[in-house]
């Protein structure tokens, strides 16, 4: 069966086996979870121990928690994304196997924080990590030839500290040639101009 909310698409089976755990939550419960997530959704802080606590106080184990968690956060994402009438969004929740006071509760929440979902959806699109600080020191790099001598080239000292979506910041750094940093300089271009011909394509799209 084809959804709204899913792009005209069948709802993926993890999603739908999801709604048997969410079914386990009260109506109250799954209402406060549905706002905890679209918060974390708009702030861009992925926090997930408010929700987390929500459903532990459920009764849920781990692993129902984070199928909740995950599942709630897929049903209003989508919407947002396909920008789904509200009634449609709830009527298809219920086909799904939502009853209907937690279908009204995710449509709710769909209906009130809608634009601000639909910004900071946008603003982290496809995005499953964030770069928060980069460096970089000149250095040597060494490598040994097939006669056992050494040669010097320049490189980089590369640093960065990457945001992941569980907010927990990591460090990394690593040692870079010069002619491996060219290659990675002509991939990124490459990249970014078919990310750039994509986009034009799409706004071409729209517009017709």
Same mark, same amino acid.
């Given at each position: 069966?084809?959804?709204?909310?899913? *792009?005209?698409?069948?709802?993926?089976?993890?999603?739908?086996?999801?709604?048997? !755990?969410?079914?386990?939550?009260?109506?109250?419960?799954?209402?406060?979870?549905?706002?905890? %997530? *679209?918060?974390?959704?708009?702030?861009?802080?992925?926090?997930?121990?408010?929700?987390? #606590?929500?459903?532990?106080?459920?009764?849920?184990? /781990?692993?129902?928690?984070?199928?909740?968690?995950?599942?709630?956060? =897929?049903?209003?994402? +989508?919407? $947002?994304?396909?920008?789904? +009438?509200?009634?449609? =969004?709830? +009527?298809?929740?219920?086909?799904?196997? =939502?009853?209907?006071?937690?279908?009204?509760?995710?449509?709710?929440?769909?209906?009130?924080?809608? @634009?601000?979902?639909?910004?900071?959806?946008?603003?982290? *699109?496809?995005?499953?990590?964030?770069?928060?600080?980069?460096?970089? %020191?000149?250095?040597?790099?060494? !490598?040994?030839?097939?006669? @056992?001598? $050494?040669?010097?080239?320049? *490189?980089?000292?590369?640093?960065?500290? %990457?945001?992941?979506?569980? +907010?927990?910041?990591?460090?990394?750094?690593?040692?870079?040639?010069?002619? #491996?940093?060219?290659?990675?300089?002509?991939?990124?271009?490459?990249? /970014? @101009?078919?990310?750039?011909?994509?986009? @034009?394509?799409? =706004?071409?799209?729209?517009?017709?």
């Amino acid at each position: 069966m084809k959804f709204k909310f899913c *792009g005209d698409l069948d709802c993926p089976d993890w999603a739908l086996a999801a709604i048997t !755990s969410i079914t386990r939550l009260s109506s109250v419960k799954f209402r406060q979870l549905s706002h905890e %997530i *679209g918060r974390m959704l708009c702030d861009e802080t992925k926090n997930v121990i408010a929700s987390r #606590k929500i459903c532990v106080d459920a009764r849920l184990n /781990l692993g129902d928690t984070k199928t909740v968690i995950a599942a709630t956060e =897929f049903f209003l994402s +989508n919407a $947002v994304t396909h920008k789904v +009438n509200a009634e449609v =969004f709830s +009527n298809e929740l219920q086909q799904l196997g =939502f009853p209907k006071e937690h279908a009204a509760a995710l449509t709710k929440v769909y209906q009130s924080d809608g @634009q601000q979902l639909a910004h900071a959806l946008e603003k982290s *699109g496809f995005r499953v990590s964030k770069l928060l600080h980069t460096e970089w %020191i000149p250095d040597i790099v060494l !490598s040994e030839c097939q006669d @056992q001598s $050494v040669t010097s080239s320049p *490189g980089l000292i590369l640093s960065m500290r %990457i945001q992941g979506m569980d +907010n927990e910041v990591t460090s990394h750094s690593f040692l870079i040639s010069m002619s #491996k940093l060219r290659i990675l300089k002509h991939e990124v271009a490459d990249m /970014l @101009q078919v990310v750039l011909v994509r986009a @034009q394509s799409w =706004f071409v799209l729209q517009i017709l």
